[in-house]
């Protein structure tokens, strides 16, 4: 796969039927849970699972999704998406980036950011990184 950076963490897919909206490609909708579903993958491979999170107290939510939808995929399509954080202030926010390609055509059909903001679990208010989220996410940092 041609990646836009570097030492991608990468998801296998395969477009099932429930992904297809009534105009027959995927629906924009299935994107963003891939998004989330990657997210979260990645999470768990860096050490951070959502067990962690509950006994920290605290959650990366999200603060802005960009996608930008460049072609569609079809059911039975197998496509990889891959993510990468780009960016962890050490403090309060931290982003991903994604792409996601065709694997048979190498055709990207995504690209996304995601800015996520650190929160408190108990008040939902945005706290500072733990130092396990400082480590495990600045850690992971690919530059752009």
Avoid at 1 to 6: G, R, V, Y
Avoid at 92 to 102: D, G, I, N, S, Y
Wanted: aromatic share 10%; glycine share 4%.
């Amino acid at each position: 796969m041609s990646w836009d950076l570097p030492a991608p963490f990468v998801l296998d897919l395969e477009v099932e039927d429930s992904s297809i909206d009534h105009y027959g490609h995927v629906n924009n909708a299935e994107y963003l849970r891939w998004v989330e579903r990657i997210s979260w993958a990645h999470s768990e491979h860096l050490g951070l699972s959502l067990a962690h999170y509950r006994q920290l107290d605290r959650a990366m939510v999200v603060h802005r999704h960009e996608l930008d939808y460049l072609s569609p995929a079809f059911a039975g399509d197998t496509l990889q998406l891959a993510t990468w954080i780009v960016a962890c202030d050490d403090r309060l926010t931290l982003t991903r980036r994604f792409q996601l390609q065709h694997a048979g055509t190498r055709r990207a059909l995504l690209r996304a950011c995601t800015r996520f903001a650190c929160i408190e679990l108990s008040s939902g208010r945005p706290r500072r990184l733990p130092e396990a989220f400082r480590q495990c996410y600045g850690g992971a940092l690919v530059s752009q």
